[in-house]
């Protein structure tokens, strides 16, 4: 069993920078697959980030490539989703979710408002 914990939302200016944080219950996060996914009212939750095992490898959603940065700390187990140059259309409770051997895992969300 994996527990997720995303900490870091709140409410923010447009232009303004947030850093999101997923911290994992379990040693051994190296092995795991993470991501960010994000879901505003009314719509389907999407990807927002992902990173492999080793942090070399990054993927991100269109809406949010040069704003966004997803980076790992295996050695403290955590995830992070530094961005910047935020949008009321950034407005979402963002999820984090890790994936180990097959079995998926997702937070509780931190909602991150972008708003004047």
């Known amino acids: 069993q994996v527990q997720l914990v995303e900490s870091g939302g709140g409410l923010v200016q447009p232009g303004g920078s947030l850093r999101l944080s997923c911290a994992a219950s379990?040693?051994?996060?190296?092995?795991?697959?993470m991501g960010w996914y994000r879901q505003a009212p009314g719509k389907q939750r999407e990807l927002v980030a992902d990173?492999?095992?080793?942090?070399?490898?990054?993927s991100y959603a269109d809406s949010v490539k040069g704003r966004f940065t997803i980076s790992r700390d295996n050695a403290k187990n955590t995830v992070y989703l530094q961005m910047n140059s935020l949008k009321p259309e950034d407005t979402a409770v963002y999820y984090c979710r890790a994936v180990v051997a097959g079995t998926g895992y997702w937070g509780q969300g931190t909602q991150v408002t972008v708003s004047a």
């Open positions: 990173i492999s095992t080793s942090g070399g490898s990054t």
């Open positions: 379990r040693s051994g996060s190296r092995a795991y697959y």
